[in-house]
């Protein structure tokens, strides 16, 4: 049984709980919310079963990918699977999730019904076994909008006020840019398993320019829109990195597995100053 658990919950790839969580603390920045159960609740779904859900249901489809992937079997990065243990992932899945879908909807009625069908009924589009979007160029990019729902969420299970449309806009960039970055770190695997990808059909190096297009567009949101400067200097340094990696060191270059991992651990040391910065400051609850 342990080794189920442990296969589990490298499924559910930790080393990338920092987006759900991320977007599920956003909406509840500066309130006294530490002693409530309805958070915690929340909180420890964004964690493990919703992204048991989201990345668990993306394996079982692309599990001739993810076994010419040299980044799979690790807690930060996700499972590799043999062909009888992802077979079965669907029971837990779905065992895991029922629980969790009848507490919530108990706890807020239809409008959580309606936000948790719409996440289902992304994550199906996205990952049918012949027809699914995420080998549909560029529409596997608008499939990212289902993490956005984590904020609504959010919102009915804490009882916040709504974000202004502008969050949401740098929200989807947010998601956007961190798809694209996974999608060049995995180019080969893709390519040799033949699955099509913003990335293997355009280029790394175009992927590369349009994650630096998506990071500017976050820039100027954050310091023009938001009037923001310190989140938006934090991105400042990230878009600096992006082009010293594109015109400087990386280039069009392969990642090694190791650097992969460097990045992995960066990103949540990152993701832990920003998600902390923005909550303490709630600079993204209103513009200025």
């Known amino acids: ?35 409530s159960p309805h958070f915690w609740l929340g909180f420890f779904y964004c964690c493990f079963p919703l992204n048991f859900l989201v990345y668990g249901w993306n394996d079982m489809v692309d599990h001739e990918t993810d076994r ?20 079965a992932l669907w029971k837990p899945i779905l065992v895991v999730q029922s629980i969790f879908f009848v507490l919530f909807v108990y706890l807020e009625s239809w409008p959580m019904l309606l936000l948790l069908t719409s996440l289902v009924t992304i994550n199906a589009l996205y ?54 970055m996974g999608e060049v770190m995995d180019i080969e695997p893709d390519r040799k398993a033949n699955r099509k990808t913003t990335a293997t059909v355009i280029g790394r190096e175009k992927t590369k320019w349009l994650i630096i297009l998506l990071v500017s567009a976050e820039v100027y949101l954050l310091l023009f829109i938001f009037q923001e400067v310190i989140f938006g200097t934090m991105l400042v340094l990230a878009l600096l990195w992006l082009l010293l990696d594109l015109f400087l060191i990386y280039k069009n270059k392969n990642y090694t597995l190791l650097q992969m991992q460097l990045f992995g651990v960066s990103s949540n040391i990152i993701a832990v100053a920003s998600m902390s910065y923005v909550w303490y400051s709630a600079c993204l609850l209103s513009i200025a």
Not at 134 to 162: H, K
């Open 68 to 87: 010419l992937n040299p980044r799979k079997d690790s807690f930060l990065f996700g499972a590799q699977g043999s062909p009888e243990q992802l077979r």
């Open 1 to 35: 049984m342990l080794a189920k658990l442990i296969f589990w919950l490298k499924v559910s790839r930790p080393g990338l709980w920092f987006a759900t969580i991320w977007l599920y603390i956003l909406p509840t920045s500066q309130m006294d919310i530490w002693d």
């Open 127 to 180: 990952n049918l076994p012949k027809h699914g979007l995420r080998s549909r160029p560029p529409l596997e990019l608008l499939c990212q909008v289902g993490y956005l729902l984590v904020a609504p969420f959010s919102i009915l299970l804490n009882d916040t006020a709504a974000l202004p449309w502008q969050t949401y806009l740098y929200l989807f960039l947010f998601a956007l840019q961190s798809h694209l």
